[in-house]
RNA sequence: GCGAGAGUGGCGGAACGGUAGACGCGCCGGACUUAGGAUCCGGUGCCCGGAAGGGCGUGGGGGUUCGACUCCCCCCUCUCGCACCA
């Protein structure tokens, strides 16, 4: 019996694919193969890879493979987000350079990833902290810049006061820092965003084009987005004439107005203090605000609000009704300003409770027959009705159609969009970043760097240590620099950006890594691209996929690309977790993959993971492997293949080939599965029809075509095995993974079926499907159908029974 | 509260509307022993039964169908996302 020793094997074959330069991507136009692009997120280099990692390119190399076999020429990259906050924190702690750790690690990440037989076209790798890439990273900012789409603004912003930098709304979890779980505190600054809100329309309707994207991850792109329909409305202050707007998806409950509400940030708060004289209550109400988070500021039960003394005047019935200034309303949605409907939203009921403010429920004219659902709105039937104005009901779309046509005509308001979107902060006050490419001149403001200047490299010799300041300004030389209009002393800006704004167009770059002349060449992108399968985890369900979206929008508003949306179809791997619980230091509870692949080899690792249950579900590693010491049953299993082929390859010849139907319909399942990310299902598949291979040689007879047909099927699942089975039993002389897929013919792997229908009066009662060559099954099946029908005939009045059932014996009678 | 997804053996999980539980783990029994980090063979949804056999079974309740894990409606439970969004 041949033993089989992945961890002699393996090794030989990563050296032979690199040889033979089995996965380089054809760039040739004239190649006529169809392409593909199987992409997979790139890591960030942490560390050496983890498990996470070992699923998901477990997954993305499989596709990537299988791709390949079946005629595409694929591109299937591979490069690192390198920059970035921990390589700082690693490197204050051990005293070095952030560069130092951040390429030891790419180093090591890179062999595992060899190691482990990932079949990556290694000449287009990428680091986003490389000059050469980062300096692409500065041309986009400029770009942006010049068509109005990166600006600098004084607001409040989300500081995280752990790791001394600005967050993204997007970066701030529950009131806390996702990275760190510091709860963030407001703090203004003039920062860079890009105007992403712009593009929000966009964003949302092309949503309808990721046909092969994730529900839940479209429905987070939507609800990110948040788009609501309704009206502006413009409200005046009566003692000072200010006149406000404010936004609402329910004009229609305008005359159930009983107060107004301004954000503690509005700038009309402390004029309006003045006039009402309550200056003194509503300072304390906005000092009381300046040290809690920005965002989800206690979600407070508490209605808390100081009234403004003022009065708003309701543009629909003149009235007048006292304003306040309130934390629950926010700045950052709608115009900061809302009017207060206590019958009608229940954030307004619990206020007005608070403060015994009257609450007004708006009905139908007339005492009409009020909707039901509508006094359940009006909170335990409180208050005084009063009806709707000019219109025929609440609610409903018309009825606030007709309202704001109402509005519109008595210049009161307009039709409105509001978006939960905001515009995206890049600016981060760290070092370990691109710098963002400006100059500020006295003479001439911002100015961005010539692209025959960039890159702005960071500087070599830094105190970088966070310090509330960016450690670029404290550098003694670096921000000094000239005016590159006017040739005056300027300083650089000092901020660098935002780490999603390197991994927002890497995809773009793999397709020709190495330009010095621009980002990318057109051409190529426009070959390549879109990626036909984007692999990665649901955590960058928002951030990442809607900052790379924006992105693509914007280059193809710039003639660059010729599509709108990167990423065709996506798959989440689940997480590897242990004992229940998601693996981390803390708990103690994390497992390594390399070592294990070291031990067992790299398929073992592949297939264990993948076989261990839908790739996107979780998976629990303890349930998986219970016992570290023992042999992983998937590396016994690989060991009975090598076995069972190299017996198949020794006989056959002398021996007619057989199995040929059952290995045909695997064929066909394994295809199927593999298309539908199945991996778990697939490898079942091929574990049946390796046991079926052992059966047949037991019984003596060959099985040289399964054989075949099962090394070409574990090429993609476990590529090495399948390459030393190939080459070594099967004795081919290139590689199983040039190979195509294996052919299967239609005839032999559906079954040879046999349709008996029963029809009665007229209409088919019942139609069976029956395996004609599997004669016992097609009898039980039969006999189960007759059963069927006669219990169906039992107790009626039947006219006519028609059986059809060509080639088989009549089995039913009947009326 | 809003949205999305999921409920199948002891466990991970299979089943174009057609013999539910493939495949694997675990467990039980056996074989081989140069006693292995093994390997091989048989069994294994639950209940009754020595066996043959029978009964019950895909969260609960209805419906469509000759036939439902699968399709439709209601309910329950769980997971995940968003959440003072006006």
Redo the contacts with the bound molecule.
């Keep these: 019996m041949r033993r089989y020793e992945p961890t002699e094997v393996e090794p030989r074959w990563v050296e032979a694919w690199e040889r033979e330069g089995l996965y380089r991507a054809d760039d040739d136009p004239a190649d006529e193969r169809p392409r593909f692009y199987a992409l997979d997120m790139f890591p960030y280099p942490s560390g050496d890879l983890h498990m996470g990692h070992a699923e998901a390119f477990s997954g993305g190399d499989t596709v990537a493979r299988f791709a390949a076999m079946r005629g595409y020429n694929v591109l299937h990259p591979i490069g690192w987000d390198a920059f970035g906050l921990p390589a700082e924190n690693a490197a204050i702690k051990r005293g070095i350079q952030p560069r130092e750790w951040t390429y030891a690690n790419i180093e090591q990440q890179a062999s595992s990833f060899r190691r482990m037989g990932m079949s990556f076209d290694w000449t287009r790798r990428l680091h986003t902290c490389d000059p050469e890439y980062y300096r692409w990273t500065q041309w986009l900012f400029v770009t942006l810049f010049e068509r109005g789409l990166a600006y600098r603004k004084t607001a409040p912003a989300n500081w995280c006061p752990n790791d001394q930098t600005v967050l993204a709304n997007e970066q701030v979890?529950?009131g806390a820092c996702e990275r760190c779980g510091t709860p963030v505190v407001r703090k203004d600054l003039t920062q860079w965003f890009f105007k992403i809100t712009d593009y929000a329309q966009r964003l949302l309707d092309d949503v309808d084009e990721l046909v092969d994207w994730p529900?839940?991850v479209i429905?987070?792109q939507r609800?990110?987005i948040?788009r609501?329909e309704?009206a502006q409305v413009t409200f005046e202050v009566a003692e000072t004439g200010d006149r406000v707007e404010v936004?609402?998806?329910?004009p229609d409950t305008l005359w159930g107005v009983t107060f107004f509400v301004f954000?503690l940030e509005h700038p009309l708060v402390m004029k309006l203090a003045e006039a009402g004289g309550t200056a003194s209550e509503a300072t304390a109400l906005l000092d009381q605000l300046q040290a809690t988070p920005l965002?989800?500021?206690?979600?407070?039960e508490s209605r808390e609000g100081v009234p403004l003394g003022v009065h708003a005047v309701n543009p629909v019935n003149g009235e007048k009704v006292p304003c306040f200034v309130a934390?629950?309303?926010?700045?950052?949605?709608?115009?900061?300003a809302?009017?207060g409907v206590p019958a009608h939203?229940q954030?307004d009921f619990e206020f007005a409770r608070e403060h015994g403010l009257p609450i007004r429920v708006v009905v139908q004219p007339e005492g009409e027959t009020r909707d039901p659902d509508e006094m359940t709105e009006a909170h335990d039937h409180e208050g005084v009705m009063v009806n709707s104005g000019p219109f025929d009901g609440v609610r409903s779309p018309e009825s606030i159609g007709q309202v704001i046509a109402w509005l519109a005509e008595q210049g009161k308001g307009a039709a409105a969009v509001?978006y939960?979107l905001r515009d995206w902060l890049i600016s981060r006050q760290r070092f370990w970043g691109a710098p963002i490419p400006i100059v500020h001149c006295p003479e001439h403001g911002e100015v961005a760097v010539p692209e025959d200047q960039l890159p702005v490299q960071l500087p070599q010799d830094v105190d970088f240590r966070p310090g509330g300041e960016s450690p670029l300004a404290r550098h003694p030389t670096w921000k000094h620099t000239t005016c590159p209009i006017c040739g005056a002393d300027a300083v650089r800006d000092t901020d660098t950006m935002d780490t999603f704004v390197d991994s927002s167009w890497y995809f773009f770059r793999y397709c020709s890594p190495r330009e010095d002349t621009r980002a990318f060449d057109p051409e190529r992108v426009g070959r390549w691209m879109p990626v036909d399968q984007y692999v990665g985890g649901v955590e960058h369900a928002i951030l990442h996929l809607l900052y790379s979206r924006f992105f693509t929008k914007v280059l193809y508003d710039l003639g660059l690309v010729g599509f709108t949306e990167p990423f065709l179809r996506l798959m989440n791997q689940g997480q590897v977790i242990y004992g229940g619980a998601s693996m981390s230091k803390s708990k103690g509870n994390i497992v390594e993959p390399m070592p294990l692949v070291e031990r067992w080899g790299a398929d073992t690792m592949r297939i264990t993971i993948l076989f261990?249950?839908?790739f996107e579900?979780d998976?629990?590693w303890k349930?998986i492997a219970?016992d570290p010491?023992?042999?992983p049953?998937m590396n016994?299993?690989l060991g009975?293949v090598y076995a069972a082929v190299f017996e198949a390859a020794d006989r056959e010849g002398s021996q007619p080939e057989t199995l040929t139907r059952l290995t045909h319909r695997a064929i066909r399942g394994v295809t199927d599965d593999l298309e539908r990310f199945?991996f778990?299902?697939a490898?079942?598949k091929l574990?049946?029809l390796s046991?079926e291979i052992?059966s047949a040689l037991d019984a003596g007879r060959g099985a040289g075509h399964a054989a075949r047909a099962l090394t070409l099927m574990l090429a993609p699942l476990a590529p090495f095995l399948a390459e030393e089975l190939w080459r070594e039993a099967l004795g081919n002389e290139t590689s199983v993974h040039e190979a195509a897929w294996p052919p299967f013919d239609p005839r032999l792997a559906r079954e040879q079926r046999v349709t008996m229908v029963i029809q009665v009066d007229g209409k088919i009662?019942?139609?069976?499907?029956v395996d004609a060559d599997a004669s016992?099954?097609a009898c039980?099946?039969l006999a189960?159908?007759s059963e069927?029908?006669r219990?169906?005939l039992e107790g009626r009045q039947i006219r006519q029974v028609i059986v059809r059932a060509p080639k088989l014996v009549n089995l039913v009678t009947g009326g």
């Design positions: 979890v529950n529900d839940r429905t987070m609800n990110w948040g609501s309704g936004f609402t998806t329910r954000a965002t989800n500021r206690e979600q407070a934390p629950y309303v926010l700045m950052e949605y709608g115009t900061g809302v009017m939203d954030r509001s939960r261990a249950g839908p579900d998976i629990d349930l219970p010491d023992r042999r049953p016994a299993w009975r199945r778990n299902v490898i079942s574990m049946v046991n052992r009662r019942d139609r069976v499907e016992d099954d039980r099946e189960l159908a069927n029908a219990r169906f």
